[in-house]
């Protein structure tokens, strides 16, 4: 009889009594804190299971007369897998270097002997170098996976995504090669400064407006290298065009002028609707309908397409629905420090619209969410530009982590909108003189870019763009010898439009990296239309043709106008006068009354008109005389026997005639 071993735990302690070898066995086995590997146990078990599965397939067989339902699954020893597939890559790759080793000497062998025989002849392609030749006999493996292998190995400390990826061109040059002013196209608006452009999210038309009171729209798919405007319009009369924009879809553009209402034009210029002007006797400007003063600036929202927002003299902003022109959507007021009104001069929505942004003449930047009631500021920067001084654009990155800011005191400033207190960077010496001098981001949010305006003593007015990192001038472009005031870089066509203070518009691109736009228009000519004075229809001529359907040919105009002439009818001839009265209007029915009592009562068959009407009755007197028929009969028993005085008589002197 063994003794029961006391334990605690795994750790046993058997007392000395004789057992036999098996059980000694069992006991080095079990005791302890175990052994590492498969154990002789789980061995065992493997051998029994195998075992059971032949007897039970055995078993099957007798009674059924088949040995298993279906196959059985096999088993997968994937580090053996991977280890052959390590070593059938290692042989591939061992084979394509000595095959590349081979090509490569081959192909120096042929160039230097082409080399020998003829120095003028040309290779095709390029040779390797033999530096490239003796790196391939050092790999192991395919070039991807020992890159790769490269960057896991942190002895060597190379920049692997370098390696892999490659590094392009423009980002070993720096930014500046990722400004597209390769080429340039000028487009002349007028004489007058632009202060307002836009161009539609499709970059198909773009509409430029001035202080000469002037919209102009610009097609680039209908222009010619003469880059002229299809359409040139004054939609606010008398009033200063200030803002231009698009909207999200570009089927509406919003104009924003001098007056106190703004208009929404359609896409060929027509007016769609126009704002309402408010109650300028009202104190209250939230009880008014409209703007009561002049407009500063204007934009759409960027994915509500029917609303869009106005800024003006009137100390407040508004929001405003294209169905409902009649009554703003919402009325913000901003306030100074003291709580007394401030006007606002820019304004913007970030990117997601879901905050509204203004720069107000006391050198603030104020800021509302657009999901909440407009009564307090989400965020305000109070001393973001000197006070009395206009902030004439506001605009946010792409990211929407970042805001620029432009103001006449001569700066441009970057903030981060997570720290507010104090700006990125001031970019100084920026002089100014409009009130719509811009700023913008480059679409990669790298650079920011403004205009500037002349001094005494400059001559070309610039373009600048400075790093958002580095916080350094980047370059700069001259684009004319006047202000430079608005500047649109658009990210679709990445082409640059700029307007200048002489009416000049300029757009920058390249002829690589830039799509549609102006590079539609540089080739294509412009043809003159033929216009002819007379326009004569096409003859027929037939060998066979009557007389009365020929058409005569006539050389020249002259000619025909003579004929016109002569005839009465296309010369309009009037009415020729009465001469004699025969082949007059009045002689056809007869030139005297006596000839027209007697053609109308029928009486003649001709009239002759030239006899003498007293001649024509006494003709009938001796007639009349010797047979009466009408007035003496009747009166032949009444009346005396007359008596006439002959012309021999002697009578009485008349007394009126005077004596002789």
Excluded at 309 to 322: E, G, I, S, V
Aim: net charge negative.
């Amino acid at each position: 009889m063994s003794k029961k071993p006391i334990s605690f735990g795994k750790i046993k302690f058997s007392l000395p009594t004789t057992t036999s070898t098996a059980e000694q066995n069992e006991e080095a086995n079990t005791s302890g804190f175990g052994t590492f590997g498969r154990t002789p146990i789980q061995e065992q078990t493997k051998d029994i299971d195998e075992i059971a599965e032949d007897l039970e397939s055995q078993h099957v067989q007798e009674v059924m007369g088949i040995k298993n339902f279906g196959k059985k699954a096999k088993n997968f020893d994937i580090e053996e897998m991977m280890m052959r597939a390590r070593q059938a890559a290692q042989e591939a790759a061992k084979k394509k270097a000595v095959e590349d080793e081979e090509k490569a000497k081959e192909i120096i062998e042929n160039s230097s002997a082409k080399d020998d025989d003829d120095d003028d002849e040309d290779l095709i392609g390029p040779p390797l170098p033999p530096g490239l030749v003796e790196e391939d006999e050092d790999i192991i493996g395919p070039p991807v996976p020992e890159a790769l292998k490269k960057a896991d190995d942190k002895t060597k400390g190379e920049d692997s995504y370098d390696e892999l990826s490659g590094s392009d061109d423009e980002d070993d040059a720096g930014p500046e090669k990722k400004i597209p002013n390769s080429h340039e196209v000028q487009m002349l608006h007028g004489s007058k400064a632009v202060v307002a452009l836009a161009v539609d999210p499709s970059g198909a038309r773009l509409a430029t407006g001035s202080i000469d009171y002037d919209v102009s729209f610009w097609d680039f798919a209908g222009m010619d290298a003469s880059m002229r405007s299809f359409r040139t319009l004054q939609p606010c009369e008398n009033h200063p065009i200030k803002c231009l924009q698009y909207s999200a879809t570009g089927d509406a553009i919003l104009v924003v002028s001098g007056a106190a209402q703004a208009k929404v034009l359609d896409r060929d210029g027509f007016e769609s609707l126009e704002c309402v002007k408010g109650d300028q006797y009202i104190t209250d400007m939230a009880k008014t309908k409209g703007h009561t003063a002049s407009l500063n600036s204007g934009c759409w929202h960027p994915h509500i397409r029917e609303e869009f927002m106005t800024c003006a003299q009137d100390a407040t902003l508004r929001l405003w629905l294209t169905d409902n022109p009649r009554h703003h959507k919402a009325v913000i007021k901003p306030r100074q420090q003291g709580g007394l009104k401030t006007n606002p001069t820019a304004c913007t929505f970030s990117r997601d619209g879901n905050t509204v942004a203004c720069g107000c003449f006391d050198g603030s930047i104020q800021m509302w969410d657009h999901r909440k009631s407009f009564v307090n500021t989400s965020q305000v920067i109070r001393s973001a530009h000197q006070k009395q001084t206009e902030i004439t654009s506001v605009v946010y990155s792409y990211l929407g982590n970042n805001l620029a800011s432009r103001s006449n005191d001569d700066t441009l400033k970057l903030w981060d909108l997570r720290a507010t207190k104090q700006p990125l960077n001031v970019f100084d010496n920026l002089f100014s003189r409009y009130e719509q001098t811009d700023c913008g981001f480059s679409p990669d949010d790298a650079m920011v870019f403004t205009g500037e305006s002349l001094q005494k003593g400059q001559d070309v007015g610039r373009l600048l763009f400075y790093n958002t990192k580095t916080f350094k001038k980047v370059t700069q472009i001259e684009v004319s010898k006047s202000h430079v005031i608005k500047a649109v870089w658009h990210a679709k066509l990445n082409q640059i439009f700029v307007g200048c203070g002489n009416g000049v518009v300029k757009c920058y691109y390249d002829q690589k990296k830039s799509l549609r736009g102006a590079k539609l228009c540089i080739v294509k000519t412009h043809r003159k239309k033929q216009s002819s004075d007379v326009v004569s229809s096409q003859q027929i001529i037939t060998p066979h043709a009557l007389p009365l359907f020929r058409q005569e040919k006539l050389r020249t105009n002259k000619k025909k106008m003579e004929k016109d002439r002569l005839d009465p009818i296309k010369s309009r001839r009037p009415d020729l006068p009465i001469t004699s009265g025969q082949g007059g209007r009045v002689a056809a029915s007869g030139s005297t009354l006596s000839s027209f009592v007697i053609r109308n009562l029928g009486l003649s068959k001709r009239v002759d008109d030239d006899q003498d009407p007293r001649e024509a009755i006494l003709k009938f007197a001796k007639d009349a005389e010797e047979n009466p028929f009408w007035v003496a009969p009747a009166y032949k028993k009444t009346q005396p026997k007359p008596i006439f005085q002959g012309d021999d008589d002697d009578g009485p002197s008349d007394a009126k005639k005077q004596k002789t």
